[in-house]
């Protein structure tokens, strides 16, 4: 989901998305890259450069999915302090 929501703002590459996600190997990147776009979810584009280097960014249908985890996200980070504070409240005996 973090990748989705990081391809939202831009085209990346793949050193971009490894440093905005952080915390994540090239394998395990490059594995959950491979799997969205198999999915329909990513784009990927390669360039026949020197040093060359691939471009990755959301398809019309993973821009789908991109709007709804970001309205997730939104609705998550809103009630994050209700959650806290039932959490830290003692459980009500029934």
């Given amino acids: 989901m973090l990748l989705i929501i990081v391809l939202m703002g831009d085209v990346r590459r793949f050193s971009e998305l490894r440093r905005m996600v ?3 190997s090239e394998k395990m ?6 799997r969205l ?4 979810l990513v784009h990927r584009k390669s360039y026949e450069t020197v040093p060359p280097h691939t ?7 993973g821009r789908t999915v991109g709007e709804r985890v ?3 996200a939104d ?3 809103t009630i994050i ?3 806290m504070e039932t959490r830290q409240s ?3 005996s029934q």
């Fill in 22 to 24: 952080g915390g994540v």
């Fill in 29 to 34: 990147l490059s594995q959950t890259l491979k």
């Fill in 37 to 40: 776009e198999a999915h329909g």
């Fill in 55 to 61: 471009e990755y960014s959301l398809t019309p249908l």
């Fill in 70 to 72: 970001e309205a997730l």
């Fill in 75 to 77: 609705c998550i980070n």
């Fill in 81 to 83: 302090p209700d959650i």
């Fill in 90 to 92: 003692p459980p009500s």
